[in-house]
């Protein structure tokens, strides 16, 4: 008979035939758990959006972050406008107050930027008249010219107390308006109870006579405007925040007469 030869395994104690296998199995299971934490972790921040540096708070920890990739043209009148020959809007059913709310929150220097006397009347701006005596003026006899048989007939050139130009006043808090450049803004009015008021006097009747004028003196009603400033929103580039621009408004109408 062949006498086969016995190899011989000492024995460790704790350690048997199955150790290595185990301990493989058990680096190949923190491998993997190592691997899906990764890949769940680049996946999170694939999905958060990355904050602008210009528009980051640092009192309030907002962030607000808004699509900027599309086209946009500031020079063409938004909704509230296309039907108006006015270069502002007092209603806006597409104003962006989330937008807006969003910015002042993230502004650190808003207060410093914001100012506005929202009680404005003619008690406040205009000498000598009320603010009941303002709004009781009625122009609606007024024609321009006489309608009578002689230009110099009373149906024109008298009336009740008013101005010489007939007008329309609003102490308005405009939504959007056309800058001085020509571009359209977003105005910062009526968010968290902040709001900027202007005095608007808008000619009824631009280049008419002036009523209680006799003919011979070629009178005319004239608009007139005054540059105001007030607190914006670009939404064609929203990461500029919010910033002071200049408008151009109308301000009085006004009877001029021209050299004899």
Same mark, same amino acid.
Request: hydrophobic share 40%.
């Given at each position: 008979m062949v006498e086969r030869e016995t190899s011989k395994v000492s024995v460790v104690p704790g350690y048997s035939a199955?150790? /290595?296998? !185990? *301990? *493989?199995?058990?680096?190949?299971?923190?491998?993997?758990?190592? *691997?899906v934490f990764l890949v769940a972790m680049m996946g999170l921040a694939a999905a958060a959006p990355e904050a602008d540096p210009k528009t980051s708070s640092h009192h309030h920890g907002y962030f607000p972050v808004y699509a900027h990739h599309t086209y946009c043209d500031a020079t063409v009148a938004p909704t509230c406008a296309l039907n108006s020959t006015l270069g =502002?809007? !007092? @209603?806006?059913? @597409?104003? /962006?107050? =989330? @937008?807006?709310?969003?910015?002042? #929150?993230?502004?650190?220097? $808003?207060?410093?930027? $914001?100012?506005?006397? /929202?009680?404005q009347s003619a008690d406040d701006l205009v000498d000598g008249i009320t603010k009941e005596q303002e709004e009781a003026f009625d122009y609606s006899y007024y024609t321009g010219a006489s309608t009578g048989d002689s230009p110099y007939d009373l149906t024109h050139w008298s009336g009740p107390e008013g101005y010489l130009c007939p007008s329309d006043v609003v102490y308005a808090m405009p939504r959007r308006a056309r800058n001085v450049e020509g571009k359209w803004r977003v105005i910062v009015n009526d968010v968290h109870y902040y709001t900027q008021t202007a005095r608007i006097e808008t000619c009824l009747f631009p280049g008419a006579a002036c009523r209680a004028l006799a003919p011979c003196f070629n009178s005319a009603c004239t608009q007139k405007y005054i540059y105001h400033r007030l607190l914006s929103w670009d939404p064609c580039d929203p990461y500029k925040g919010l910033f002071i621009d200049a408008y151009r408004l109308p301000s009085a109408c006004s009877c #001029?007469? /021209?050299? !004899?």
């Open positions: 199955t150790t /290595p296998a !185990l *301990l *493989l199995s058990t680096r190949k299971k923190k491998m993997a758990a190592k *691997l =502002y809007c !007092l @209603e806006d059913d @597409e104003y /962006p107050q =989330y @937008e807006i709310k969003a910015y002042v #929150h993230a502004d650190i220097v $808003f207060v410093k930027k $914001f100012a506005d006397v /929202p009680s #001029h007469v /021209p050299t !004899l």
